[in-house]
């Protein structure tokens, strides 16, 4: 009877898959190679590629015996005989009737030593020197020739060559990198060689010249960008990376490409379809896609955790001047919920700014840190928002007070994340230090600093609710904040202005906390929950004075002998006297 399970098979009229991994072996008596693959998925049959060059400059096709016979699945091992000395690369594609795979490279070459040449080599048919290299290393390559062995290279300062340097590369390669060349010019030449003999010289075409470091641009991450960003997995114009782009101080240059490296846990790949970099055309610092100019697109990354390459910028700086560049991201959609996107610029080789000085058209050094731009993490529709606890940029230091004195004691920000509109619910503080806060705390006032200047101004600064104080010596004190709500990536600028009694003894210290837990807060669209990052977070140290001197009752302001103005400005002694008759006068009255 028939079984219960069955399974189906499914025909893809598709090219095959690329052998899983492909090996060489060469022989140092025989002068045989031997190539080992496994398989490509849906393979018939397979193309071989021989080269002298590992960049399979001048490939030549090579149709090996197999032993024991053709194997599509598993693995088959192909030998090639008659080589002589040298270095040979090799790579394999798989086959089938609609079409071929990727090439998959052997991990390294074979090399055959033991089975010498029955003629000298020809000489190499080109030699490339680059024409100019920023720091001190210069990149050299030639075309491979049948029956060499090795090569060897030479370097001068002339092109006459009158006091060569030998600078051969091991065995067969047909490139070579040097380091630690000082500015100047330099030739190369090169020669193939056997166990019979060399071939005659092949000079470069050009020289190299290694420029100095003095001429160089600068690319940086831009201090305004944020560390942290919500996005929604279909968002779009989202500014990914802010760039401040410099030239040297005393050479133009030119921004020839820039290259733009993806990380975090999701698929880069499928999950941004579209990056554009824009330049700041209007000079606020902030993206506008009607204001900004466009320099270019590309179509995301062509890999998870891989490059997306920005090429033909041309963009010219005259020395000294700096731009502002917003890289823009698309993504697809495919972003799955707390998964991250990230992207960033480096500055190892191969460089991922290149330019060159306008002068010369020779390449220059680009300097700064890693760029990193913001870390973007996907949510879903009922993921809820977020905040963020952070200390003011004009949060006070420790600080001392007098006694019936008025002190802010902390100063910090709430932010709300890319998701929804927070609504605050409750913040509460926890007290510390020597002094009883339940006895020589009057009472405490949660205001808004309208003004971000880390001082309470009245009038100016806004007082959220009723005054409180501390229900116990290193006791908590809570403040209701209904109605209070942070829109979506904006902030709130607080302070926590504290009234000590005038019994407050001389050196004691006050000090005011936001634990875990001490800000509620609610989503105005998911009306879920909101959680607090940034906390604890903790305000300055207060010591009551000994004497005057602290701060007087404007709360953060330093007291000036003789007493302080509505404007801050010290009154004269007997200005403020006569102040003082007539305010008495009245209250008589």
């Excluded at 005038?502 to 009306?527: L, N, R, Y």
């Amino acid at each position: 009877s028939w079984s219960e399970w069955s399974a189906q098979v499914t025909v893809n009229d598709v090219p095959p898959g690329p052998p899983f991994m492909f090996s060489v072996s060469g022989s140092s008596s025989g002068g045989t190679v031997t190539l080992s693959i496994s398989a490509g998925n849906g393979a018939v049959s397979y193309e071989f590629e021989e080269d002298y060059r590992a960049d399979f400059a001048n490939p030549v096709q090579v149709y090996p015996s197999i032993s024991p016979g053709p194997q599509p699945i598993g693995w088959g091992s192909y030998v090639l005989s008659g080589k002589t000395d040298g270095m040979y690369f090799y790579r394999v594609r798989s086959v089938n009737s609609f079409g071929a795979s990727d090439w998959r490279p052997a991990y390294g070459p074979a090399v055959i030593t033991g089975c010498p040449a029955p003629n000298p080599p020809a000489v190499p048919g080109s030699l490339t020197v680059s024409q100019g290299q920023m720091y001190n290393w210069i990149r050299i390559s030639w075309t491979g020739v049948a029956d060499a062995s090795s090569y060897v290279l030479q370097e001068d300062t002339t092109d006459a060559f009158t006091n060569p340097l030998d600078v051969t590369p091991l065995w067969a390669q047909t490139e070579n990198t040097l380091y630690n060349r000082v500015p100047g010019t330099y030739y190369y030449r090169v020669k193939a060689v056997n166990s019979l003999g060399s071939s005659a010289w092949r000079n470069g075409s050009n020289p190299c010249v290694v420029v100095a470091m003095t001429s160089a641009a600068v690319v940086a991450t831009n201090s305004g960008m944020p560390a942290f960003r919500d996005v929604r997995p279909d968002a779009l114009d989202v500014v990914a990376l802010v760039l401040d782009v410099k030239a040297d101080p005393v050479r133009s240059v030119e921004i020839r490409s820039l290259t733009l490296s993806a990380s975090g846990s999701a698929d880069d790949c499928s999950g941004i379809a579209m990056l554009r970099l824009y330049r700041d055309a209007d000079g606020d610092g902030v993206w506008n896609e009607d204001a900004d100019a466009l320099l270019k697109s590309s179509g995301g990354f062509a890999a998870d955790n891989g490059t997306s390459l920005f090429s033909g910028l041309d963009r010219f700086l005259p020395a000294g001047a700096s731009e502002v560049w917003f890289v823009v991201a698309d993504f697809t959609g495919s972003g799955q919920e707390h998964e991250d996107f990230s992207i960033s610029v480096a500055y190892t080789y191969p460089a991922s700014v290149t330019a060159v000085d306008f002068e010369t058209g020779l390449p220059i050094p680009v300097n700064g840190p890693p760029a990193t731009g913001t870390k973007m993490t996907v949510y879903g529709s009922d993921t809820p928002g977020s905040l963020t606890v952070s200390a003011s940029p004009f949060a006070p230091q420790d600080e001392e007070a007098d006694a019936g004195g008025c002190m802010v004691m902390a100063a910090f920000a709430l932010a709300a994340g890319d998701r929804e509109a927070v609504s605050l619910t409750g913040i509460s503080f926890k007290a510390s230090g020597s002094g009883d806060d339940s006895a020589h705390v009057a009472s405490l006032r949660l205001a808004e600093d309208k003004n971000c200047d880390g001082l309470f101004t009245p009038g100016i600064d806004r007082v959220i609710g009723s005054p409180q104080t501390f229900n116990a010596d290193d006791g908590t004190a809570s403040f209701g904040a209904s109605g209070e709500t942070i829109s979506p990536n904006q902030s709130m600028s607080l302070l926590l202005v504290c009234d000590f009694a005038s019994s407050a003894p001389a050196g004691s210290t006050f000090k005011a906390e936001m634990a875990a837990g001490s800000v509620q807060a609610s989503g105005m669209t998911t009306a879920m929950q909101i959680p607090v990052d940034g906390l604890p977070y903790a305000g300055r140290t207060v010591t009551i004075a000994d004497q005057g001197g602290g701060s007087d009752g404007r709360c953060g302001v330093p007291a000036v002998a003789g007493g302080v103005d509505s404007f801050g400005a010290a009154l004269p002694f007997a200005l403020l006297a006569a102040a003082m008759a007539i305010a008495a006068a009245f209250r008589r009255r």
